[in-house]
T-cell receptor
């Protein structure tokens, strides 16, 4: 089964800074890739997903992610973060079931 | 449209007690999942069911059993609760379309404490 690694445990940024959160997975076959966000006190919401086609995927709230097959990576980016982006971000990989990374806590300072 | 309904929301057990967490979805999804969420460890898959009548172990199945009662319902049972099972449990469901696993819809979670 696949595993998912998120290397950044806690990221602290100032508003308007650019964001990139790393996600790597171990499975070599065809996978579906996801980024979810969990705001404080809420359950997970889907930011974006990749199944096939254009490896640059755009999601909600200005987020995007790039699938690089050769690197087994699916990094999340946002050009300019806002205070309201403070949340925990989870990368997930599916090849039948759905496995999550350990999450990255993002704190955006106003 | 209720989505994914999960009960109870809170539960306190003593070590050795048993309990069943209930989950039901009304979206006609074929896949259902049970996760536990612990600080710093993200969501870890306990069991999942790709379709009615099938269940498979996830990353952390020990100490748990599941039943896919029908397409709507997927229950998680702790036969003999241990303090290590103190966690927040989430049920989720999704639809598989043309081999792709669409996004997960989550229940509101069960906060379980085992004393």
């Amino acid at each position: 089964a696949q595993s998912v690694s998120q290397h950044n445990h806690h990221v602290i940024l100032s508003e308007a800074a650019s964001l990139e959160l790393g996600c790597n997975y171990s499975y070599g076959g065809t996978v579906n890739l996801f980024w979810y966000v969990q705001y404080p006190g809420q359950h997970l919401q889907l930011l974006l997903k990749y199944f096939s086609g254009d490896p640059l995927v755009k999601g909600i709230k200005g987020f995007e992610a790039e699938f690089i097959k050769s690197k087994f990576s699916f990094n999340l980016r946002k050009p300019s973060v806002q205070w309201s982006d403070t949340a925990e971000y989870f990368c997930a990989v599916s090849d039948g079931d759905m496995r999550f990374g350990a999450g990255t806590r993002l704190t955006v300072k106003p | 449209n209720a989505g994914v309904t999960q009960t109870p929301k809170f539960q306190v057990l003593k070590t050795g007690q048993s309990m069943t967490l209930q989950c039901a979805q009304d979206m006609n999804h074929n896949s259902m999942y049970w996760y536990r969420q612990d600080p710093g460890m993200g969501l870890r898959l306990i069991y999942y069911s790709a379709s009615e009548g099938t269940t498979d172990k996830g990353e952390v199945p020990n100490g748990y059993n599941v039943s896919r009662l029908n397409k709507r319902e997927f229950s998680l049972r702790l036969e003999s609760a241990a303090p290590s099972q103190t966690s927040v449990y989430f049920c989720a469901s999704s639809m598989q379309v043309q081999g792709n696993n669409e996004k997960l819809f989550f229940g509101s979670g069960t906060q379980l404490s085992v004393l």
